[in-house]
């Protein structure tokens, strides 16, 4: 399931993020990457100073764990440090697929679903499409500033060659309470039926709140 959340961060915050960026120091990303991953892995990675990434993090990651359409289509019960990461003319990330297991020692979580936030305008710079090959077949993401990006971590996807400007993104991972794809995608169907019957009848209302507590219940983790 592949969802877009409009307008996560406003041109406000985007000016604030783009900023705070232009500041940092930016590192060679395969250092991130796992040891697969690193053979087409071209691109550069924010290095994790403690001040910048607070600064981001209050931002990019206040906004996205908040969000209500995060929360319906994750079911999150775990979300990775975000990496903030930049593709200028030449760079790409050819097609792979993620670590399913990711994190430090001590901190490793299941790589569930992936979020790309969009920091870079699509005028901004041409090329690098985020390509995932989805179950309906291949399809390619360029989104405004702003816009979020959740896809399953379990495809193949890539990052097209830039090939002018500036492209820059914040990437993270969660860990679902729901760890099967198609079991999340029936939840998030039934939630948006609770959403739409919300001026139904007492019983109906009931009926379904039931059906989803129940079924997030067995399908959930423990």
Known sequence: MIVTIPDLLDPTELDAVRAELRRGRFVDGRQSAGRQAAAGKRNEELEAAEDAYRALNDVVMTRLVRHPRYLQTALPARIATPIYARYTAGMAYDA??????????????????????????????????????????????RL???????????????????????????????????????????????????????????????????????????????
């Open 96 to 141: 792979h697929i993620d670590d399913p297991i990711m994190g430090p020692p001590g901190a490793r979580y299941r790589s569930d679903i992936a979020i790309t936030v969009f920091l870079s305008a699509p005028e901004d710079y041409a090329g690098g499409e985020l390509r995932i090959e989805a179950p309906q077949g291949p399809v390619a993401y």
């Open 144 to 222: 405004p500033a702003g816009h979020a990006l959740l896809y399953p971590a379990n495809c193949y996807h890539a990052v097209a060659p830039v090939e002018s400007g500036e492209r820059l993104v914040a990437i993270t991972w969660v860990q679902s309470h729901i760890r099967r794809a198609d079991q999340r995608e029936i939840l998030v169907e039934l939630d948006t039926a609770r959403e739409l019957l919300a001026d139904a009848d007492g019983e109906t209302r009931r009926k379904l709140d039931l059906c989803y507590a129940n079924l997030f219940r067995l399908w959930a983790d423990a």
